[in-house]
């Protein structure tokens, strides 16, 4: 296991697929060359940007295991493990344990939207289970539910392996909440692009990324220097990605991003059901997006 906590730009990897719906490894490989050669400082196979929602568990510990082998200790992977059942969630991630992974990501659970109380049992007993680091995932927009700050300072405070948050909430407020009562050995890392540099302004250490998929170096650079407090550089970065930034939500994620490594060359643009191909219109914004900042 690499040594954690984790900061800098971390990229939520997309699952490349054939047209038929099977992974395409050799994409995903080329891929996480990208990733290495642009500066990321980790990692994250089948989170919601590589579509584990309609992932069976055998194809989710092949895209761990494909991962883990071709990075070859070159980089932390964060599995994503994350599951509404709870008994699916405590399965998956010491699977990942056991196929390499040096840290797990676990979205709260969607859909059954548990109490805090719920949450906090949730998390404690995949804690219990399993003694790799995790790192909680807060991402109301897609889980119909908020992790609250208590909840997660609790989660936190009693367990030393909970490493890091997520925070895909929008919620400054919320998420200064946590930067201000966090145990050290507790990370929180932005989980939306456009919030990164407000959130290390305030004490964050970096984001877990969709636009570092396609733009690992120009993200890499921009989060490098708001770490370092060259704000000038970081300002000049930020906006200069910050159209791509919202455009990459034009449609659901992550069908615009895969649409954009697809016009890159990096894998094709093909999906599960129920996620389709970009709108025309929309592939054409993101083309003109694309070229204005040099990356197509």
């Known amino acids: 296991m690499m040594n954690l906590p984790l900061k800098g730009t971390i990229t939520a990897l997309i699952t490349p697929m054939n047209e038929d719906g099977s992974i395409d490894f050799a994409a995903l490989k080329s891929l996480i060359d990208m990733q290495i050669a642009g500066g990321v400082t980790a990692l994250v196979p089948c989170g919601s940007t590589g579509e584990s929602a309609t992932m069976t568990f055998d194809e989710k510990c092949s ?23 709870t008994a699916a969630a405590i399965n998956l991630t010491k699977q990942a344990k056991a196929l390499g992974a040096d840290a797990v990501l676990l979205v709260s659970p969607f859909y059954n939207k548990p109490t805090q109380r719920g949450l906090i049992a949730h998390f404690s007993a995949i804690a219990d289970a399993c003694d790799i680091p995790q790192i909680l995932y807060n991402v109301p927009g897609r889980t119909a539910s908020n992790m609250l700050a208590e909840t997660q300072l609790a989660l936190a405070e009693s367990y030393t392996h909970i490493i890091a948050t997520k925070e895909a909430s929008a919620d400054l407020e919320q998420i200064m909440e946590i930067i201000k009562h966090r145990p050290s050995h507790f990370t929180v890392l932005a989980g939306d692009d456009s919030l990164a540099l407000p959130i290390i302004a305030a004490g964050g250490h970096g984001v877990i990324s969709v636009l570092s998929n396609y733009a690992p170096a120009q993200f890499s650079a921009c989060i490098t220097a708001a770490l370092e407090d060259r704000w000038d550089d970081a300002r000049s970065s930020h906006y200069a990605l910050f159209e791509l930034m919202k455009l990459n939500f034009i449609e659901t994620n992550p069908i615009p ?26 592939k054409e914004r993101l083309r003109l997006a694309l070229k204005k900042v040099g990356i197509l």
């Open 63 to 85: 895209v761990i295991q494909a991962t883990v082998d071709h990075v070859a200790g070159r980089l932390p992977v964060i599995a994503g493990t994350g599951s509404n059942d």
């Open 257 to 282: 991003v895969k649409g954009i490594l697809s016009m890159m060359g990096i894998c094709k643009e093909a999906y599960r059901l129920p996620m389709q191909p970009l709108l025309p219109e929309n």
